[in-house]
């Protein structure tokens, strides 16, 4: 087990505090650079809306995991961001412009978001969010001058400095990357200054921030208006990545989505956003695997333990109509989120600090170290 | 003048059932805090059980919806128990997401069993109407109304006249002080939970006529009942039908007079204008917090 020994600030606020880290994620970045020339076209794709997915992930990881103001209306940015993109491209507008344009309007909406949210907490921030993400859908179908409605709209192949793009280039990976990393690391640099230790301030207590001298209607706007801005470059990257975008697809079910994102991949750490994409992209492939493949499998096992072949051939046809019923998938996404919060409330990387803990302190680890405490005392009407 | 009369009473038939589920979140938020974002999917639950009940045994309509609300109690506590209870005192946020997750679940399971096809229970009142002078009023839609005053003196009574009703609004105000009083907090919580599924049943079965039963149905009108519960302030039960009624209103009245697409915009920009002006709403308490 390694110590680390810290003697000032500096230490303690490193990026890489050790040289193992340093490894780590260099072995990482190698290897997501040479993805494309291992990887299937088909994991290609689904690679990169893991670095949109994560991009907004961590958005909304500064917001709700940080700044601790839970938003369900993360969709609505990403529509703006597409939008813009879509709408500034008809004019040939190059793309570093309008990706810089798309993330300006998103990041001002979002500050215009950010001031009525100051006087709101918990649930009624919760249920205005909403209600933006619906006005913003309506608008998205009503204004049919520029959103061409309900039609949707096209979106060109992107071209950077006059080399056109298509979206399963390998060069369209590497800029979905550069603008997620791009993100990480900014969004660390954010989280060690004053501001994202403000930030932090008011999530674990407002009033306490308050009397300390935080400006936290200043940090709140500020909070709102970079995971928006964030948001709205991914969204530029989403409406490249689909070529077609229209109101439908930016619902409040994909607000939900990104909200599983965090949840899923935990919402204290950055690394959360990334394994939280990871599996909200990999889980609809994987239950189309299960949907094809369970069905043979369950009657292999049956036929092992000795059912007659005419019984496992009605079990995997019992199991295969099961498998294909309509909305199974739902069902699915439902448990998933309700076990999370239930027995992993830390997420994906918070099991996976658990299992680093139990085998770094062997034999001494204790489940208590990681135990979440009730408060029943409190009452959030009267804060 | 004629017209006005008509959506004013039509709004306020859509009102009221955004006003019943509005209740069902205001009495679990009222006793536990706890924001149920499922809530139009207990509704949606409702409507379906009684379907199978009216629709598909044959009995007789109010047997059926009596077995209805009655089953939907016995799942508003199943799911209390189940989902709820292990995280009650954990952040609301993470309240919020079991409860969207059990929307989710509710809805897939829903469509399975009983299809994706809009479904219609036939009602005593569902033909039939009242006229009054040259003013035409649809009994199902006098129904919902009258059912939802009904329902609504019912629960206050309830709420501010029993004693199980002052144990409730103790450990609503604070859960371990009224534990330590001799309240049986968890059954407290237990008995909101089924009250409300069943207030939910009540919404799904009187709607029934009037929009179809579809597995979808409580989701698209549990977001209209948000606007409802925070208009009227989201501890109070009388709040929550005004508001419920106002929304309703309103929506109707955007759907008339103002040009396509602001029916569906209104009630939430009704709701970002209250937040903005009055976050404590109608009917709420402004409490400061103490340190």
Known sequence: MRFLFKTDYEDDIKLFPHSGYVVTYGVLLALLLIAPYVLSSYLMSQLVFVCIYATVGVALLILTGFTGQASLGHAAFLAIGAYTAAYLQKYNVPFPVYFLAAGLLTGIIGAMVGFPALRLTGIYLVIATISFALIVEEILARWESVTHGNEGMRVKTLSLLGVAVPRDSPTFYYLCLAVLVLTIVGTLNLLRSPTGRA??????????????????????????????????????????????????????????????????????????????????VMIDPFL??????????????????????????????????????????????????????????????????????????????????FKRQKIYVKSERNR | MLDFVQQLVSGVALGCVYGLIALGFVLVYKATEVVNFAQGDLMMLGGFFAFTFIGMMGLNYWIGFAGAVAAMALFGMLAERVVVRPILGYPQFSIIMVTIGLGYFLRSVAGMIWGTDDLKIETPFSQGVLRVGSLVLAYDKLSVIAATMILCTLLWLFFNKTTLGTAMRASSENMLAAYYMGIPVKRVVSVVWAISAAVATCAGVLLAPITFIHSNVGLVLGLKAFPAAVLGGFGSIPGAVVGGVLIGVIESMAGFYLPEGWKDVAPYIVLLTVLLLKPEGLFGLHVRKKV
């Open chain 1, 199 to 280: 930030f932090v301030a008011i999530r674990d207590s407002e009033t306490a921030a308050r009397s300390m001298g935080v400006n936290v209607a200043l940090y709140k706007v500020k909070s709102f208006a970079i995971s928006a801005a964030i948001t709205g470059f991914a969204g530029v990257l989403f409406a490249h990545k689909l070529s077609f975008i229209s109101p439908e697809m930016f619902t409040l079910q994909l607000s939900i989505e990104f909200i599983i994102v965090i949840l899923i991949g935990g919402t204290f750490s950055l690394h959360g956003a990334v394994l939280g994409a990871i599996f909200i």
């Open chain 1, 288 to 369: 189309t695997y299960l949907k094809d493949d369970m069905p043979g499998i369950i009657a292999g096992v049956a036929a092992a333990f000795g059912a007659g072949t005419a019984t496992a051939g009605n079990i995997e046809a019992k199991v295969a109509a099961f498998a294909s019923l309509n909305g199974l998938k739902g069902a699915i996404y439902g448990i998933i989120i309700v076990l999370f919060v239930l027995f992993e409330p830390l997420g994906l990387y918070g099991r996976w600090l658990k299992i680093k803990l139990f085998f770094q302190l062997f034999p001494l680890y204790k489940r208590a170290t």
